[in-house]
């Protein structure tokens, strides 16, 4: 079982692995969007937002539900957020480090 987690989450975090899919997550979070409301706010080509929408689509971490000729696409599960929240907070600790380390650079 260890195992089987362990490799869950080496996959979800490689999911994870690429800014424009960050993006992606952080726009649904705000709410249910199709690929042309990424693509503009975005402001990428359709075949990049779409490819990055098929590897979140693949490791289940967003759905689209189909309307007409449109797929809006949705997170799957509200944790995403509290996930990329934590994320933040870990940056804004990494660039607190780094002032600090730099202030005291300056005081020697």
């Known amino acids: 079982m260890n195992l089987e987690l ?3 989450k080496a996959d979800f975090f490689k999911a994870l692995g690429h800014p424009l899919r960050i993006r992606i997550l ?3 979070s705000e709410g ?3 690929v042309n409301e ?3 706010l975005i402001g990428s080509e359709g075949s990049a937002v779409s490819q990055q929408l098929a590897v979140l689509r693949s ?3 967003v759905y689209g539900t189909k309307d007409g000729n449109k797929v809006t696409y949705s997170l799957r599960d509200p944790m995403i957020i509290e996930l990329l929240s ?3 907070q870990i ?3 990494h660039l607190i480090d780094a002032i600090s380390m730099l202030d005291r650079f ?3």
């Open 6 to 8: 362990q490799q869950f």
């Open 26 to 28: 952080e726009l649904l």
């Open 32 to 34: 249910d969007k199709n």
């Open 38 to 40: 990424l693509q503009t």
């Open 59 to 61: 490791k289940n971490i």
């Open 86 to 88: 934590v994320a933040r």
């Open 91 to 93: 940056f804004n600790n």
């Open 106 to 108: 300056n005081e020697d």
